[in-house]
């Protein structure tokens, strides 16, 4: 009797849990079928796929309330599991905000919308630098939103110095105390660009030469990690390690004095996030009253307050409160520090040579 | 040597307590970072209420968690059951198959799935998830109901029979009750193993249906923040109470 | 797995002549949802296992092949393969250990005790594993309490943070409900009256447990070895937050494979041989249960 008692009031007690948490979801992401309204009519909602923190729920609410159309938005952790997803062609979602290199395969799989430019406002609110950029020409099928860097956070209670280089994440000094992001082509943009190579190479002697580079430094490594190497720095227990800039960075740099973000002098890496129309979306009309709401001066300027990302949008940089962030080097690093950053694009046939490279060290 | 054990037995639940009680700590930390801690507040408590969109991904996941667990542990309990009790043809094979979902890493049944989904048709949502959840789960309620039964003395149902009883009276009043800590254990083993499921939740879920491990595990990259610290502590301490509530009823009950 | 063929002939419930049919629609839930969600899904796997790659959308060409199966006989993954399996069997070692004195002792508790020490042991599994994890990576963290207790009683300790030692830990924290539920389901079911037989015939712990205790619960330990044994391959989490990700088990190998290698087919690959290697150990285990089941049974005979 006991058992099946302690049974029933477990039962009860989830349900009381999801009653609870049911009553207090009042707006935002319902549990329905996203696009199934059509364009007409005051039932429109948008289904939207986005990197988790990119968008900050300031911008979701705001849009619903400006546009009377309910938004549901989930989160994806990789451009593969995503793309994965929309390859069904049945995944239910209008946008979706792919990294750059993601861009160019969802074109080829035509799994994007054409962007129609003359349904867009404020398409030159955008950096110049992110317009009609190498993998998708004329922004046809996507309208940057997020942009950042790779390159270097170090501690520098720890480094005893200034860091300014890749070559630091090979110095021995460090042994142990090491870390590089737990990503193949991450990792290879040190590793090539460390020897004065192109981090976009497709050549396979340079791809080789970086596989030797990373092998020999793997001893040097406490670890490749890409969740939690910000708090690894800003505790001392790495000194260095290879970083993104945003989120994490800049809440790192906030709490800790001794910590920094830096683009080493190699010249280190860009990638941006863009918003997309996903193929075949019955919500037409309410995704480009996304587009369109993004591209505002200051909803675009709600990604740095908020996210604590950079925003791709120029017109928005005045828009900015919060101060800090706005001059952080984590955030925003400054332009001369950007002068020698590549734009990651895909390696497209040379993606083997890294993938065999990679398996060795990955290995080793 | 059984005092021995007891002890050591004692130290385990430490063991599993250690990182909640972390969890409870960190989540009254002031400091957004977890290496350090700055003095307290319930700062975080507060964002947790406000945030609707975590706590909707809360109730996906405890609708799926409970369907799921549910389904599994009927299933695991008819199949252990037959196992046990019929001689069937073709047991190996049956098991092993069973055993499949718990050996094929996590995302190459992510991915098959989706692709069976999509090919007949099938949009993902709930329904994906809670059928995701029940391959993964159905291998635990069954081992779990067949070690049971295995260990059953098989003189109780023969008693009972030349007793007279039937089939029926003698599952429902010798068997079931020996067998009911089992089928609760199946049902806990399932609930939090697709409670805390990422790898499959990717591949199952659709719009609308994240789950709490899937927010949490994508938003990594901009980092954890200590409302997750919140959210858990409220969900270990809402257990506890439930439980300690059920108990004290029922020693009254004992007692009256 | 049959743990069960062996034992539930020789005892358990036994199989009566009649109601074999009902035997038979008893397990028709189950072999819908195999057929439908394993069995087709995986012959999609090994249907890819053998298709060509499409190195440069991801995905898959058709076409026959077997150099997905070729490349996978490269010492690189040898070497991964041999670590995971290490690990595995160390750590089903462990948790069969501490799970199996855990289940005992939950068993001797007074029954209207039990489900309260059960909840127990599962509610910390309601936190997010992630949160968890965390939650572990900050106590044993240079910043964490082990460290500051470690030196103010005097020892030079640094961060456990990565270490081996992290990951064996938190594979036994991650595993220890799967390892104990199995087992503990076996004791519960054991007639008491054994119990006090045997205490009452004056046996050691030891004999008492190897006479009685671990054969008549043989199948639960069989099902808690092999709920822990097999999933470790599969982790991926865990190697690279607590142990640095340096030595990836085959978990990280076959996600790498699926996402950032746009690899499926590969992917697919590495798993048959998974699946192959895992179901050739699970009828190694329940041999040698069954084994242990048989002589125990002519002993009691």
């Not at chain 1, 960075?249 to 800790?256: I, L, T």
């Not at chain 2, 047991?91 to 989904?117: N, T």
């Not at chain 2, 079931?176 to 199946?186: E, G």
Request: glycine share 8%; hydrophobic share 50%; charged share 15%.
């Amino acid at each position: 009797m006991k058992t099946k008692a302690l049974l029933a009031a477990g039962l009860a007690a989830t349900s009381v849990l999801a009653l609870g948490a049911c009553g207090s979801s009042s707006s935002g992401s319902t549990a329905s079928s996203g696009s199934k309204s059509s364009d007409s009519g005051g039932n429109q909602t948008l289904a939207i796929y986005a990197w988790a923190g990119e968008i900050p729920d300031s911008v979701i609410d705001g849009f619903e309330k400006e546009t009377g159309i309910k938004v549901t938005v989930d989160t994806f952790d990789s451009n593969e599991t995503m793309i994965a997803k929309l390859a069904t062609g049945k995944s239910g979602y209008d946008i979706v905000e792919p990294s750059q290199y993601a861009v160019q395969l969802m074109v080829q799989r035509n799994l994007l919308d054409t962007i129609d430019k003359s349904k867009l406002e404020g398409f030159d609110n955008l950096n110049t630098k992110f317009v009609n950029p190498s993998f998708d020409a004329d922004n046809a099928h996507s309208l940057p939103w997020a942009w950042g860097t790779t390159g270097i956070l170090y501690n520098e209670k720890c480094t005893g110095g200034e860091i300014t280089s890749w070559s630091d994440l090979w110095d021995s000094k460090y042994k142990g105390k090491i870390y590089m992001l737990n990503n193949m082509l991450s990792a290879y943009i040190a590793g090539l660009q460390v020897q004065g190579l192109s981090a976009t190479t497709t050549s396979q002697a340079d791809i080789e030469k970086a596989t030797t580079k990373l092998l020999e430094q793997k001893p040097l490594l406490a670890g490749y990690n890409s969740d939690n190497y910000a708090d690894l720095v800003g505790s001392g227990d790495a000194c260095i390690a290879e970083a993104y800039s945003g989120t994490t960075a800049a809440k790192a740099v906030q709490a800790n004095q001794d910590v920094h973000f830096i683009m080493p002098s190699e010249g280190g890496t860009l990638w941006t996030d863009s918003f997309s129309i996903v193929n075949g979306t019955k919500n037409q009309t309410a995704a480009y009253q996304w587009l369109n709401y993004t591209l505002k001066p200051e909803v675009a300027a709600l990604l740095t307050d908020d996210g604590s990302l950079a925003t791709a949008n120029s017109a928005a940089l005045d828009q900015i409160k919060n101060e800090d962030l706005a001059k952080s080097p984590a955030v925003y690093p400054s332009d001369a520090q950007l002068a020698k950053a590549e734009f990651i694009v895909d390696p497209g046939e040379a993606l083997t040579y890294y993938q065999d490279g990679w398996t060795k060290v990955s290995a080793s | 040597m059984d005092r021995v054990v007891a002890w050591f037995c004692r130290l385990v639940f430490v063991f599993l307590y250690v990182p909640i009680v972390a969890v409870v700590v960190y989540s009254f930390n002031a400091s957004e970072v977890s290496y350090r801690f700055t003095g307290l507040t319930t700062h975080w408590y507060s964002d947790l209420f406000h945030d609707d969109r975590l706590l909707a991904t809360l109730r996906t996941s405890i609708v799926v968690g409970v369907l799921a667990a549910l389904v599994a542990t009927a299933i695991g309990f008819l199949t252990a059951f037959s196992l046990a009790r019929f001689q069937v043809k073709g047991r190996a094979f049956f098991l092993g198959a069973i055993l499949i979902p718990l050996i094929v890493p996590e995302i190459v049944i992510g991915v098959s799935l989706l692709e069976v989904f999509s090919s007949i048709g099938m949009q993902t949502g709930i329904l994906t998830l809670v059928l995701g959840h029940i391959v993964i789960t159905l291998p635990l309620a069954t081992l779990v109901q067949m070690g049971a039964m295995a260990a059953l003395d098989p003189s109780l149902s023969e008693a009972a029979t030349d007793l007279g009883a039937t089939g029926w009276i003698t599952f429902r009043r010798v068997l079931f009750p020996l067998l009911r800590p089992s089928v609760l254990a199946a049902f806990l083993l399932s609930f939090t193993t697709s409670f805390s499921n990422i790898v499959i939740s990717t591949f199952t879920s659709g719009v609308g249906s994240t789950t709490l491990p899937l927010r949490i595990y994508s938003s990594l990259r901009t980092g954890l923040t200590p409302e997750l610290n919140a959210l858990g502590t409220l969900l270990v301490l809402f257990t506890l109470v439930v439980i300690f509530l059920v108990g004290v009823r029922q020693m009254r009950r004992i007692l009256a | 797995m049959s743990a069960s063929t062996a034992t539930a002939p020789a005892r358990g419930l036994r199989a009566p002549a009649r109601g074999t049919l009902l035997g038979y629609l008893l397990l028709l839930p189950a072999v819908a949802v195999i057929v439908l969600l394993v069995i087709v899904p995986m012959a999609v796997i090994a249907r890819q296992s053998f298709a060509l790659s499409d190195p440069l959308l991801g995905g898959t060409m058709g076409g026959f092949t077997w150099d997905n199966y070729a490349k996978l006989f490269d010492p690189v993954y040898a070497k991964t393969m041999g670590y995971s399996l290490g690990l595995a069997a160390l750590n089903a070692a462990v948790c069969l250990v501490v799970g199996y004195l855990l289940a005992f002792y939950i068993s001797t508790r007074p029954a209207n005790r039990q489900p309260v020490l059960l909840m127990l042991v599962i509610i910390p599994f309601l936190t997010d594993f992630l949160v968890r994890t965390f939650a572990w990576i900050t106590l044993l963290g240079s910043g964490g309490p082990y460290v500051r207790i470690a030196r103010a009683l005097g020892f030079d300790a640094s961060s456990l943070v990565p270490s081996q030692f992290a990951v064996i830990m938190s594979l036994l924290y991650a595993f220890l409900p799967v390892a104990v539920f199995p087992i503990y389901a076996s004791m519960r079911a054991i007639d008491p009256s054994l119990r006090e037989a045997a205490s009452d015939l004056g046996a050691g712990w030891w004999q008492t447990h190897r006479r009685i205790f671990i054969p008549l619960s043989a199948t639960g330990i069989g099902s808690s070895i092999m709920l822990t044994f097999v999933p470790t391959l599969g982790v991926f989490v865990i190697p690279v937050l607590l142990g640095g990700g340096k030595d990836p088990l085959v978990g990280n190998l076959i996600v790498t494979l699926f996402t950032e290698f746009r690899n499926e087919p590969m992917g697919a690959a590495m798993s048959m041989v998974v699946l192959v290697l895992m179901l050739a150990s699970v009828a190694v285990i329940t041999g040698l249960l069954r084994l242990l089941s048989i002589r125990s049974n002519r002993r009691a005979a």
